[in-house]
């Protein structure tokens, strides 16, 4: 299995207050997606990742427990002492997106995304997990049935 990592970078930030007016944080927008070449060449078919978002939220984001970096780590474990934020939301639509929401924490990671934001830097997010390649003819990738995803979103400078 190879650590495989893909960047998307049409998120939008959200800022809100909260009932007691303290500023909010959130990151909105394509996590991932379905049947088309991405920049690093692979192709994941919709039922792989069907099947792997479903066991995500069920097993994380449904748990409260799926959490993302802030800049890209070379291993699927996530280290909670680099925890930015918390994935709240993953569906998919009708065009193979899986679209994402993650609440901005208040850990050191976290609030160096928050000012980031607030300072108006363009990040985006990059999700990661592990799986076997398929080569094909065309010379590209297709992610295997066997993908696991280690977190929908990872933050990311340059994706």
């Known amino acids: 299995m190879k650590l495989i990592r893909e960047e998307i970078n049409e998120a939008q930030y959200i800022v ?6 303290k500023k909010v944080h959130k990151i909105k927008g394509n996590f ?32 409260k427990r799926a959490f993302g970096e802030l800049g890209h780590p070379d291993g699927p474990t996530v280290n909670l002492e680099r925890v930015s ?3 709240t939301k993953l ?3 009708s065009k193979g997106n899986y679209i994402g929401e993650a609440k901005i924490t208040d850990t050191p990671y976290g609030k160096i995304v928050k000012s980031l934001i607030d300072e108006g830097a363009q990040l985006g997010v990059s999700s990661r997990g592990i799986g076997s390649l398929k080569p094909t003819k065309e010379g590209f990738n297709v992610v295997g ?15």
Do not use: W
Not at 16 to 21: I, L, Q, Y
């Open 85 to 87: 934020h918390i994935i």
């Open 91 to 93: 569906e998919g639509d």
């Open 16 to 21: 809100e207050a909260d009932e007691s007016g």
């Open 145 to 159: 049935d066997d993908f696991m995803l280690a977190t929908a979103a990872d933050i990311v400078a340059d994706p």
């Open 32 to 63: 991932m997606q379905a049947n088309i070449k991405n920049r690093n060449g692979r192709v994941y078919p919709q039922e792989v990742l069907e099947k792997e978002v479903n066991r995500y939220n069920k097993e994380f984001v449904q748990r």
